[in-house]
């Protein structure tokens, strides 16, 4: 690795890379902490952190068809993004294909519609998928989404061993707070534990899961229930995959996860140093995982988009800042930043290139990559660090208590909690005890006009178009034998993604795929706990 330069603020005074016990004469700090880079990695997963380079800066785009949504992702690959991450409409994420009767009025609204290999295709077209690493926001079709992503980059002579990026997978927190599942809990982890022994051989440079916090903040959870639940969810994804006959070390390394970060920039902060040293200790002590990267607890965070208000949205840059900064001086590994205008409708092109504008400031023009863990020490920030870590232990307790994940959601247990503490936030912006600035307090007698995007209505007739050529165009005996032998693995034991890349390198749609593993098992209904 290259000597990393030693850092100077502005008045030319020198600025530590890491600063500890050796660095300050009377500092004390607690054993707990370690250095950075080590267990329990509380002040970060990497020695250097941000003062080597900053972290990966994606925007989450995808709107309309794939050939809108490949411009935007040149658009941003321009302006200087390092990962690109997809936001999937509806239809596609319930596993639905864009003609499906269901999928009326749905198609590309708040994400791109893919129904097929070929639309998967059009949207990362003249893009360098061995440079670039992509996410994708997707959970019941994860396995679908991401096999089209591989017959995409091997139709580019690119190799899945060259791949890099996330899907998010995380079928478990639909259950509990966003609701786009498709099948049994049951059958969801089988499909989720074949994704990582697929990729262990096949994408072995892929994160195989974002275990999401974030859905479960935007529907109203605490920063403590945030974090339990999320670990909580990882525990029976580990779980999951050791009963399949996984080693921890094999997959533990490409276990991600996926935060939100609020305005209230200290308790953020001291959260993501707490859920480090939570997961550092669950994975060495409980599931005894010796890799010191399956130990780690990597994530990207997104700002929170709930805080966003469709009243003087201009304000709503200055909230993205905050929770921006945040999120890096928790430590995060890559961020979105949210464009000032999605209380309103799809970001503009304007307010997106401004988003990750603000990344770039942030990284570029303030002193805070200078250093790791700028609030190492702080008495505030480590009272709020073991408060918050104490907290979320006791509720992961609650959970453990019921059984487990799985178990605590068909209960209905962390449903009931999230929403207790939604009610209680929305009273209190009701009742003024909490200030939303332009909602609630300085409020403007009349708003100014305000130019939206809009995703053309015709996108939703193309799309069927299209389906009705490529089901004219292909070789359907093909497609039928390639389903026959998914819903024969989906009623076995094997790997069900071998099928799955068959039927889609046979051009069957999304929706195809989805109804044959339904045909096998079944569909989830929910059911309120009270």
């Known amino acids: 690795m290259a000597e990393i330069p030693v850092a100077l603020s502005e008045s030319d005074l020198p600025i530590a890379q890491v600063y500890d016990t050796s660095t300050l004469e009377g500092f004390d700090a607690s054993d707990r902490l370690g250095s950075p880079g080590e267990f329990p990695f509380t002040r970060g997963v990497y020695p250097t952190m941000y003062t080597g380079r900053p972290w990966t800066m994606r925007q989450y785009a995808g709107f309309g068809n794939a050939k809108e949504s490949n411009e935007r992702y040149h658009q941003l690959v321009k302006a200087g993004t390092g990962g690109l991450s997809v936001a999937f409409d509806l239809p596609t994420q319930m596993g639905y294909d864009s003609d499906e009767s269901i999928a009326s009025g749905e198609v590309g609204k708040v994400g791109v519609a893919i ?177 010191p990267k399956s130990q780690m607890l990597r994530f990207h965070t997104q700002t929170a988009g709930v805080q966003l208000t469709a009243q003087q949205p201009e304000v709503n840059m200055v909230r993205v800042a905050l929770q921006g900064l945040g999120a890096v001086l928790g430590g995060t590994q890559s961020l979105h930043t949210n464009s000032f205008d999605e209380a309103l409708a799809l970001p503009s092109q304007k307010a997106a290139r401004l988003a990750l504008r603000t990344q770039q400031v942030i990284a570029y023009e303030t002193d805070v990559t200078k250093t790791v863990d700028p609030f190492a020490g702080s008495y505030v920030m480590e009272s709020m660090t073991d408060d918050v870590e104490a907290a979320v232990v006791q509720l992961m307790q609650q959970v453990e208590d019921k059984g487990g994940a799985v178990a605590a959601i068909e209960q209905g247990f962390q449903k009931a909690e999230i929403e207790r503490s939604a009610y209680r936030i929305a009273l209190e912006i009701d009742h003024g005890e909490r200030t939303v600035v332009g909602l609630n307090k300085f ?88």
């Not at 982890?189 to 195989?208: A, G, K, M, Q, V």
């Not at 995007?453 to 193309?462: G, S």
């Not at 009705?468 to 034991?493: C, P, Q, Y």
């Not at 989805?514 to 569909?523: C, K, N, P, S, Y």
């Open 443 to 530: 409020i403007l007698e009349e708003e100014e006009p305000f130019e939206l995007l809009r995703a053309d209505p015709q996108i939703e007739a193309d799309q069927c178009e299209r389906l009705a050529v490529l089901r004219k165009e292909r070789d359907n005996d093909a497609v039928s034998r390639a389903l026959d032998s998914l819903r024969a693995a989906a009623g076995g034991t094997d790997n069900v993604l071998a099928p799955m890349k068959q039927a889609l390198a046979a051009r069957a749609t999304g929706g195809e795929v989805a109804h044959a593993l339904r045909d096998v098992w079944g569909t989830y209904v929910a059911h309120d706990a009270f």
């Open 115 to 291: 129904d097929s290999l070929d639309d998967m295709r059009t949207l990362f077209a003249g893009l360098p998928l061995d440079k670039v690493s992509t996410s994708m926001t997707i959970n019941a079709p994860a396995a679908t989404l991401l096999l089209m992503y591989q017959l995409t980059a091997e139709h580019e002579g690119i190799a899945g061993n060259r791949l890099t990026g996330t899907i998010q997978n995380d079928v478990l927190k639909e259950y509990i707070a966003r609701g786009t599942y498709i099948y049994p809990p049951k059958q969801s982890l089988r499909l989720i534990s074949d994704i990582f022994s697929y990729c262990h051989s096949e994408l072995p440079r892929w994160n195989t899961i974002s275990i999401s916090g974030y859905h479960m903040a935007e529907a109203g959870a605490t920063p403590v229930q945030e974090i339990a639940f999320t670990l909580a969810n990882a525990k029976e994804y580990v779980r999951t995959a050791l009963a399949a006959g996984l080693d921890i070390d094999d997959f533990a390394p490409r276990l991600s996860f996926f935060f939100v970060a609020r305005t209230t920039l200290l308790e953020e902060v001291a959260k993501f140093r707490a859920a480090r040293r939570i997961w550092a200790h669950i994975m060495k002590d409980e599931f005894g995982a010796k890799n």
